[in-house]
């Protein structure tokens, strides 16, 4: 079920999503955050979905849960690698970063993913993210999806846009 879940979003995500600009401006990010004194390692923009699935809660209510992103990490023209479920970010240059939450602020609309800090927890590869301590997720666009589902067990992929800051 998850592997036609994840093709299913795959094809609906990606072709949606392959008229949306790359990056136009340079990542800001909030203040809350306290990166100023960070230096930035790479910044690149993502195309993919937010895959969720319809879970039952305590109550006995189904409701949609967030189960994992699935994303190409472009860079002007040039994909450089994927983003996908641990949270991963992994290049096309051998290396790898494996990120964990620190902090989450709303997105700018109530369908967009939320803003994330996240701590680097792993590194591996000698490529542009060896040395990266945290990621940023910023200018969000689509990727949210809140309330009632109508069956456990379902998925729902949603197209979303973010842009990804590595810092040292």
């Known amino acids: 079920m998850l592997a036609s879940a994840r093709r299913a979003a795959a094809t609906a995500g990606w072709f949606a999503l392959a008229a949306s600009?790359?990056?136009?401006?340079?990542?800001?990010?909030?203040?809350?955050?306290?990166?100023?004194?960070r230096t930035t390692i790479l910044q690149v923009h993502a195309e993919g979905i937010q895959l969720y699935e319809c879970k039952v809660d305590t109550a006995g209510h189904t409701a949609w849960a967030f189960r994992e992103p699935v994303a190409t990490l472009i860079k002007g023209d040039e994909t450089l690698g994927?983003?996908?479920a641990g949270p991963h970010w992994e290049l096309t240059d051998g290396s790898l970063v494996k990120g964990k939450a620190a902090m989450s602020l709303p997105g700018a609309g109530p369908d967009d993913a939320a803003l994330l800090k996240l701590d680097v927890v792993e590194n591996r590869g000698a490529g542009a993210l060896k040395?990266?301590?945290?990621?940023?997720?910023?200018?969000?666009?689509?990727?949210?999806?809140?309330?009632?589902?109508?069956?456990?067990?379902?998925?729902?992929a949603v197209p979303y846009t973010a842009d990804y800051v590595f810092l040292r």
């Open 82 to 84: 994927r983003h996908y």
């Open 131 to 156: 040395d990266a301590a945290l990621v940023l997720r910023l200018n969000t666009h689509g990727g949210g999806l809140k309330g009632d589902c109508a069956a456990a067990g379902t998925f729902r």
């Open 21 to 37: 600009p790359a990056l136009a401006q340079p990542a800001s990010a909030p203040a809350a955050f306290d990166v100023a004194a």
